[in-house]
Every structure is written in C-alpha cells, then in structure tokens.
C-alpha cells in the first residue's frame, strides 16, 4: 500500500467573492479529482426564501444554472459549470442527511458544463470531478449530547446575542 507514502505540494486557492464564493473554481482548474466544499448559508438548509432554490443556498444552485429569485448583492451572474439536472440529488442528499442528524452532507460526481463562463477544459477522458458538500446546518446528534445549559446558550435568538441564528451566522459584518 502507498498510504501515507505520497509527497505533498502545497497549493494556494482564494473563492471568488462576489463572483463564485465557495473558491471551487480554482480547484477545477487544477483539476483536482476531489473537491471538498464548505457552505455556510445564512439561511439554513431547507428553509425556502428568495435567496434559496428548494432550501439550498443560491451560492450551490447558481453552480448548477439556477438562480435564486433573489440573488446576492442584486447581481446575477452566470456561473453553471455542472449540469442541471444533478441538482435535485443533491438538495435531496443534503436533506436526507440533515435530517438524520448527522449534519448536512453529499458526495457526487459531475462532468463540467461545456462551454462554461469559466473556459474550465472537461477532466481527460471525459472523467468527473467528485465532489464532497457539507452545508452548515445544526447537527443535532452532536447537540442533543451537550449539557443543558450550552443548548440554552444556543437556543438564545435575540439579535445582539453572539450565538444568535446558530449555526448559520453572516459571514460579512458579523
């Protein structure tokens, strides 16, 4: 077995800001064959709104062509380089995990759109990128094994309170 036993290069990658937030782009570039993806929505996982389409962030949907009714900052913006109609398994996925109370998480494979807004080639062969999703949402095994007064600490909801909206704080101005 070769565990253990690769040699690391170290690499540096940004997200995109306005533009692509989650800093998978860079990663997609490189090719990478396993992109590990962090989204902290303010809006938790489920909840319908304007800046959500079926309870998932706009930040995921724009990836796979569908924009939020209301997106971000008011400025659309074309950013859809996996295919459409891999977008259900994956809010479906995160539900179902969610709900298990494991925290929200998916992992599925994608070919990039082409053409896309990014010039991103296709992986050789025509091979797809995995990619490992884990949303920001409460994960209630781990929270039902805390002691009574840190849940009550959480619970709070006054705007001002530091742990106010747990776990899905603003990740401007906080």
Not at 115 to 136: A, G, I, M, Q, R
């Amino acid at each position: 077995s070769q565990a253990g036993k690769e040699t690391a290069t170290k690499q540096s990658f940004t997200d995109g800001g306005a533009l692509e937030n989650l800093g998978i782009i860079p990663l997609l570039r490189r090719q990478y064959p396993i992109v590990i993806a962090f989204v902290n929505g303010q809006q938790p996982l489920g909840v319908p709104s304007s800046q959500t389409v079926d309870g998932i962030d706009g930040q995921i949907s724009q990836l796979f062509g569908l924009d939020p009714e209301d997106v971000v900052g008011g400025v659309e913006r074309n950013i859809h380089i996996f295919p459409t109609e891999q977008f259900p398994a994956l809010a479906e996925g995160l539900m179902v995990s969610h709900e298990e109370g494991n925290g929200a998480f998916f992992v599925d494979s994608y070919q990039l759109v082409q053409p896309n807004p990014f010039d991103l080639p296709p992986y050789p062969e025509d091979s797809k990128v995995t990619v490992v999703w884990f949303y920001n949402s409460l994960n209630t095994n781990w929270y039902d094994q805390l002691p009574d007064e840190i849940r009550d600490l959480l619970r709070l909801t006054e705007p001002t309170h530091n742990f106010s909206h747990f776990p899905n704080f603003s990740t401007i101005g906080q």
